[in-house]
């Protein structure tokens, strides 16, 4: 099949980019003490320059004292650190690119291996990040304005750098994520609630104060995930039905796009239709969606760090799918992790140039 449809302009907002191909956020660890670096300006410049319609940054924290368990993990709060940020959208500007960072609390986590530990205890809506497991406080309601008003400050932050767009983290079982999921959120205030529609009122919240902060012209996306990293097979919503109840309050609040966390972008959402979690979204809301989840490799993308490499794989049925009007833009992850020139290989029809993934990429900012 012909990939030309994949490298279409894409336009909304203030957002253009050149083509439909999205860089997967990917946390790397590699800013000491909260701080990207040159090498990581350049890491991503690469991608820029090789031809990458629009580059999602790895997870970067807000300004609360425990939303990061890794203290290599970008911060986008204080002055060192958002001039690190300030080179990172400089430099991928200079190359031609369009970027924005994806904005991250990590809620209630499991100790890091390294044995850092943040100043304060985790946070989230119950202490907990899955099912019997208590490693951190809840949230009291002074705890969820702050952090709040943390995501606004972030995202003017972004604005004002020149990104061109945001994203909000809440896939994965991080903190937006946690308040979503009946498993995490046992609250019985304003905040939880025994409907996901209910256990939306953080994120919408959240998105409101985003989007006061930025204005109506700068486009908003949220990355979602249905599964968890403790159990793959999770579902919050189980009906279209009940996604509908969970994306139209975040699409009605200010999301423009919906970034739709699969670990198998094939894989069909509900029974008796072959449409994906991005397909379902855009279906409901109307919301221009991106798909994403093992796109042009072969095995998925957690199995890497169980060390299973993976090879390059057709995007046939990918281009199907975005042929039929399923979704609107197209991220990838390892291959553009392994190689910042996929994308250009992938246009120009380069496919016996193209790598396999392993392990060893995750060690280095190649």
């Known amino acids: 099949m012909s990939n030309l449809s994949l490298f279409e302009p894409f336009s909304f907002k203030s957002l253009n980019i050149k083509n439909r191909i999205v860089m997967a956020p990917m ?44 203290a290599n993990v970008p911060r986008f709060h204080g002055e060192i650190s958002l001039a690190g940020w300030q080179k990172v959208i400089n430099d991928v500007h200079a190359a031609g690119g369009s970027m924005g960072p994806q904005i991250w609390h990590m809620g209630v986590m499991d100790d890091h291996h390294s044995g850092w530990k943040p100043l304060t205890p985790f946070e989230g809506p119950s202490g907990i990040n899955r099912p019997g497991n208590t490693n951190g406080l809840a949230m009291s309601e002074k705890d969820i304005a702050d952090t709040i008003k943390a995501f606004g400050d972030a995202a003017a ?48 919240e959240v998105i409101k104060e985003v989007r006061k902060r930025v204005g109506e012209d700068f486009p908003l996306i949220i990355r979602l995930s249905q599964w968890k990293p403790y159990e793959y097979n999770s579902k919050m919503a189980h009906t279209p039905a009940e996604m509908e109840a969970w994306l139209q309050p975040l699409a009605d609040a200010g999301i423009d796009i919906f970034h739709c966390s699969q670990r ?15 397909g379902w979204a855009k279906k409901l809301t109307g919301k221009t969606t991106i798909t994403v989840g093992s796109i042009g490799l072969s095995g998925e993308f957690l199995a890497a760090f169980k060390g299973e490499s993976s090879e390059p794989s057709s995007l046939d049925e990918l281009l199907r799918r975005f042929d039929r009007g399923d979704f609107d833009l197209v991220a990838v992850g390892r291959p553009l992790l392994a190689d910042p020139d996929w994308v250009s290989k992938i246009k120009e029809g380069r496919t016996a140039e193209l790598k396999g993934f392993s392990k060893e990429a995750l060690a280095e900012l190649l």
């Not at 198998?264 to 991005?278: I, K, T, V, Y």
């Open 264 to 278: 198998r972008f094939w894989e069909p959402e509900f029974e008796g239709s072959d449409l994906n979690f991005a």
């Open 157 to 204: 932050d972004a604005k004002r750098l020149g990104f061109d767009t945001l994203e909000l983290h809440g896939a994965h079982n991080y903190l937006i994520d946690q308040f979503f999921s009946d498993k995490t959120n046992l609250r019985t205030d304003i905040y939880g609630g025994k409907t996901l529609a209910e256990r939306t009122r953080f994120a919408v």
């Open 27 to 70: 946390t790397r660890s590699f800013s000491p003490n909260g701080v990207p670096g040159e090498n990581v300006a350049a890491y991503y410049q690469r991608r820029a320059a090789g031809e990458v319609g629009l580059i999602l940054s790895e997870g970067t924290v807000i300004n609360r004292p425990a939303s990061s368990n890794d």
